[in-house]
């Protein structure tokens, strides 16, 4: 259970702004968390107590702006609560901070790596990631791990998350016809998971080989039924040669049962 100094009256979330509405300053703000989603909605698709929000604002205090990050993940919640959904995540209604938090950096920093810090901190969010494709002297992407009450930089790309099950990561590749570089999940031995897109032409091409592969067995039965019908017509061209061969020889009165 959350522990904090809160009114006696408390808003729900439908009483409360959806976000800061403040606009993203790219597409990769919606874009990369909108890609890290896609993939958990295929990978978690028969999971119900997961939700992965998506420029939403988290509410941790009636009375105060709420925490707009690009995308964060919470584990043990209602992943629906109805054809509605959810229009903020409120955390006296929730009871669960999130375990993920994702900031993308843009050209116009919003202090991801000071003040942002210290609110996920102060929040007790266990993984804090940010991500900056605009660095370079140092590592584009850096998650932050709470250990006892601080944040400790975990190092390694993928970074495993034992907690969540899987490694967050990023490596170039091709999203929404750009290539560039993207963040993805990945598994314990550091392979990435398929995005969607790739995901379906792969499910293409198996099926094509499947089909490919079906037509081969077909076209081999085939030829077998030829061969077979080519061995009968043979043995049966052969007997006839026999029964011709007897009868020329009954003709000029040779018996052919004592040839021998």
């Given amino acids: 259970m959350l522990e904090y100094n809160l009114p006696r009256y408390l808003p729900s979330a439908e009483e409360l702004p959806d976000s800061d509405e403040t606009p993203v ?29 998506i420029d939403m604002g988290i509410y941790y205090h009636p009375d105060k702006p709420p ?3 690009d995308g964060f993940l919470s584990l043990g919640v209602e992943r629906f609560y109805d054809e509605e959904l959810r229009p903020s995540y409120v955390l006296w209604d929730e009871n669960v901070v999130p375990i993920f938090v994702l900031e993308v950096v843009s050209q116009n920093y919003r202090k991801e790596y000071t003040t942002k810090l210290d609110e996920y901190e ?7 990631v940010i ?26 790309n993928p970074v495993w998350l034992p907690e969540i099950g ?35 032409k792969q499910e293409t091409l198996r099926a094509q080989q499947e089909t490919l592969r079906a037509q081969q067995e077909t076209l ?3 030829q077998e039924t030829l061969r077979a019908q080519q061995e009968a017509q043979r043995a049966q061209q052969a ?6 061969l007897t009868e020329q020889l009954r003709a000029l009165g040779i018996d052919p049962d004592n040839l021998g």
């Fill in 220 to 222: 081999r039965a085939q």
């Fill in 25 to 53: 300053d790219n597409e990769l703000q919606e874009l990369i968390p909108g890609l890290l989603k896609a993939i958990l909605l295929i990978l978690w698709s028969e999971r119900m107590d997961w939700l992965f929000g």
């Fill in 131 to 156: 991500y900056s494709s605009r660095r370079r002297r140092k590592p584009h992407l850096e998650v932050h791990k709470l250990v006892n009450g601080k944040y400790e930089l975990q190092e390694g």
């Fill in 67 to 69: 925490i707009v990050p």
């Fill in 166 to 200: 899987l490694g967050i990561g990023c490596e170039r590749g091709n999203y929404c016809g750009v290539t560039r570089e993207w963040m993805y999940w990945y598994d314990e031995q550091g392979q990435r998971y398929l995005t969607p897109a790739e995901q379906v």
């Fill in 122 to 128: 102060a929040l007790g969010v266990l993984y804090y």
């Fill in 239 to 244: 007997e006839q040669r026999v029964q011709q």
